[in-house]
């Protein structure tokens, strides 16, 4: 049976009582309705002597207000893609960003950036609601890191604009284009370790955006003849560079 999986953002050691969050409490007693002495996992995305990994743990105590598990060992597991991939997402409507942001993590992607663009909805919100929208994103993926098994954390990073994309360096700068002429088959002779992937909104970029992407050292590519959606480019193609140079296939 598939053990349930949390993380936890604090140190943990083996032999360790711990005093549950309220939000996974709710989630345990009156989702998964576990019991007392029921087993889970726990992460918190340290290295452990460098190595990274999870604990396996026991509910303890078990009530509507408070739950309690006590760690049991560490277990070296690293299941994370051999690239560094960084998502640079033009910001899209909640649910095929929310949607965006959990196949990213699941497919193996290091880092995600939102991006203002000129058609993001986004734009007119002030600081405070801004920062409620990117726990919103970290939450969506925490929970896809938990459910794919992972035992590093993908970031959420501050949403940048469109000119400061450059500033995030990689050996490899990808910008997604359905008018490129370069297309995805060109790459397989190049060796990269790290790759920046730029996707637009719904709409897409303006030229005025391409052009500045470009003039960053992003490389257009098109990935076939047909376009596809915000929330279906930055995946097909994160499956192909997983493919190339990751550990998908």
């Known amino acids: 049976m598939r053990l349930s999986r949390f993380f936890i953002d604090e140190a943990l050691s083996p032999g360790q009582s711990l005093i549950l969050p309220p939000h996974l409490v709710n989630y345990i007693v009156n989702v998964l309705r576990l019991k007392k002495g029921a087993d889970i996992i726990l992460f918190n995305g340290q290295a452990i002597d460098k190595q990274s990994g999870e604990f396996t743990a026991t509910l303890t105590e078990i009530s509507k207000r408070s739950s309690a598990a006590l760690i049991e060992k560490f277990i070296v597991k690293n299941i994370e893609s051999p690239i560094n991939s960084h998502l640079f997402q033009g910001i899209s409507r909640s649910e095929r960003m929310d949607y965006t942001i959990q196949k990213a993590v699941e497919l193996g992607i290091t880092a995600i950036t939102?991006?203002?663009?000129?058609?993001?909805?986004?734009?007119?919100?002030?600081?405070?609601?801004?920062?409620?929208?990117?726990?919103?994103?970290?939450?969506?993926?925490?929970?896809?890191?938990?459910?794919?098994?992972?035992?590093?954390?993908?970031?959420?990073?501050?949403?940048?604009?469109?000119?400061?994309?450059?500033?995030?360096?990689?050996?490899?700068?990808?910008?997604?284009?359905?008018?490129?002429?370069?297309?995805?088959?060109?790459?397989?002779?190049?060796?990269?370790?790290?790759?920046?992937?730029?996707?637009?909104?719904?709409?897409?970029?303006?030229?005025?955006?391409?052009?500045?992407?470009?003039?960053?050292?992003?490389?257009?590519?098109?990935?076939?003849?047909?376009?596809?959606?915000?929330?279906?480019?930055?995946?097909?193609?994160?499956?192909i560079l997983q493919f190339l140079w990751g550990d998908l296939g």
């Open 114 to 239: 939102p991006v203002f663009t000129q058609r993001s909805n986004l734009r007119k919100l002030n600081d405070k609601q801004l920062q409620k929208k990117r726990l919103h994103w970290q939450g969506i993926a925490t929970s896809a890191c938990e459910q794919s098994g992972r035992t590093t954390l993908v970031k959420i990073m501050p949403p940048v604009q469109v000119k400061q994309i450059g500033e995030f360096k990689a050996d490899l700068n990808l910008l997604l284009s359905p008018t490129a002429q370069s297309n995805i088959s060109d790459l397989q002779s190049i060796q990269a370790n790290s790759i920046n992937i730029f996707i637009g909104p719904e709409g897409g970029l303006s030229s005025e955006e391409i052009n500045c992407a470009v003039n960053q050292d992003f490389q257009e590519i098109k990935l076939g003849k047909r376009v596809l959606r915000t929330e279906t480019a930055g995946l097909a193609i994160l499956s």
